[in-house]
């Protein structure tokens, strides 16, 4: 069914299979950051955000990282030590996220120092109203598509402050490697030597549960998100070690029937205690959860590794869209219940 390319074509209306194709040129992407940055030392660092458009954060956190405290948050409010040391990003594709633009308030109130990563809407006016360093994201995907773009941005801008070097140098290098990679993964290659098209073909029917080590975790959350939006399918998603202190224990009992699809990232990077704890988990939950289909993470270096086991759990889940008879790129019910919560 997944090679039936006239079939992909009509349930992707909006090609979003095209989009995942073409993100190593996210990769590429020049942000001139308005009005110009100075060099500048924060205390502590504050990225807000909500879904998608927080998951460049996350990957940020694990590379490059950063040497001062760097917190992501997702909500309404900010942590209480936010002051004039603070850097603080508001992030929002959409410049409409009314969480990020309440966070944002009360960073203003406790003058932090503010950027704004966003394509337009509401944040896009008041950072231009009130001189905010804005870099402007290319507008007309999904924040969830656009998760390149925006780490991109990020960078750029902790390039020019003096707290990264030349990490969107770096990032911008990897897009060959990131086009390379993806071609694997294509509509056109057949499901027998296709990876993603094998993998939502073991999911279909099943709730996804994607685990990772900290050095995958935000991959293992951005396929998490994208089986929610991409194929509207419900999954979760934990980090190992914390899997052996609480969730470990769900798999033996209950429920006796266990209609899951689990997926683990592994990487040979992950510290060597890591690494043991999935041989050791599989062996003891062995017959009491599915069989995990595992993906190892290929490449020479962290962001070789980190890049593809993103962008592979987009193709994933495009795949699980289709199978599921679904355009992949709407999300009507978020916007529906955008509307009603302004009511």
Same mark, same amino acid.
């Given at each position: 069914m997944l090679d039936d390319l006239k079939m992909i074509h009509q349930r992707d209306a909006q090609d979003a299979l095209g989009v995942a194709e073409k993100?190593?040129?996210?990769?590429?992407?020049?942000?001139?950051?308005?009005?110009? *940055?100075?060099? #500048?030392r924060p205390r502590n660092i504050v990225f807000a955000g909500m879904g998608g458009s927080a998951l460049a954060a996350l990957i940020a956190q694990v590379w490059p990282g950063f040497p001062a405290p760097f917190e992501v948050v997702r909500d309404y409010t900010v942590p209480r030590y936010v002051s004039g040391d603070t850097l603080f990003f508001a992030s929002s594709y959409s410049g409409n996220t009314e969480e990020t633009l309440s966070a944002l308030a009360e960073a203003e109130k406790e003058d932090a120092k503010?950027?704004?990563?966003?394509?337009?809407?509401?944040?896009?006016? %008041?950072?231009?109203?009130?001189? #905010?360093?804005?870099?402007? %994201? +290319?507008?007309?995907?999904? /924040?969830?598509?656009?998760?390149? #773009?925006? *780490?991109?941005? =990020? =960078?750029?801008?902790?390039? &020019?402050?003096?707290? &990264?070097?030349?990490?969107?140098?770096? =990032?911008?290098?990897?897009? /060959?490697?990131?086009? &390379?990679? %993806?071609?694997?993964?294509?509509? &056109?290659?057949?499901?027998?030597?296709?990876?993603?098209?094998?993998?939502? *073909?073991?999911?279909?029917?099943? !709730?996804?549960?994607?685990?990772?080590? +900290?050095?995958? $975790?935000?991959?293992?959350?951005? $396929?998490?998100? !994208?089986?929610?939006?991409?194929?509207?399918?419900?999954?979760?998603?934990?980090?190992?070690?914390?899997?052996?202190?609480?969730?470990m224990m769900g798999w033996t009992k209950q429920p006796t029937e266990k209609p899951y699809a689990v997926i683990e990232l592994h990487s040979p990077l992950e510290h060597p205690r890591i690494q043991k704890r999935f041989t050791v988990t599989s062996r003891l939950l062995s017959g009491l959860r599915p069989e995990p289909i595992v993906v190892d993470a290929q490449g020479d270096d962290l962001l070789e590794q980190l890049l593809p086991a993103i962008a592979l759990g987009d193709f994933v889940t495009l795949y699980t869209a289709l199978l599921n008879g679904i355009n992949p790129t709407p999300v009507e019910l978020i916007e529906k219940f955008k509307k009603q919560l302004d009511e």
């Open positions: 993100q190593w040129q996210q990769l590429e992407h020049v942000f001139e950051v308005t009005p110009a *940055l100075e060099a #500048y503010i950027v704004v990563i966003t394509s337009g809407g509401k944040l896009a006016d %008041l950072a231009r109203a009130k001189g #905010y360093p804005l870099a402007v %994201l +290319p507008a007309g995907l999904q /924040p969830r598509h656009a998760v390149f #773009y925006s *780490l991109k941005a =990020l =960078l750029t801008v902790t390039d &020019t402050l003096g707290i &990264t070097e030349r990490a969107g140098d770096e =990032l911008a290098s990897k897009a /060959p490697f990131l086009r &390379t990679a %993806l071609q694997a993964w294509l509509p &056109t290659v057949p499901t027998k030597s296709n990876l993603a098209k094998q993998i939502a *073909l073991e999911v279909i029917g099943k !709730s996804a549960v994607v685990y990772a080590g +900290p050095k995958l $975790w935000p991959a293992a959350y951005k $396929w998490k998100i !994208s089986f929610n939006e991409n194929a509207k399918h419900i999954a979760w998603a934990n980090q190992f070690s914390e899997f052996n202190h609480n969730e």
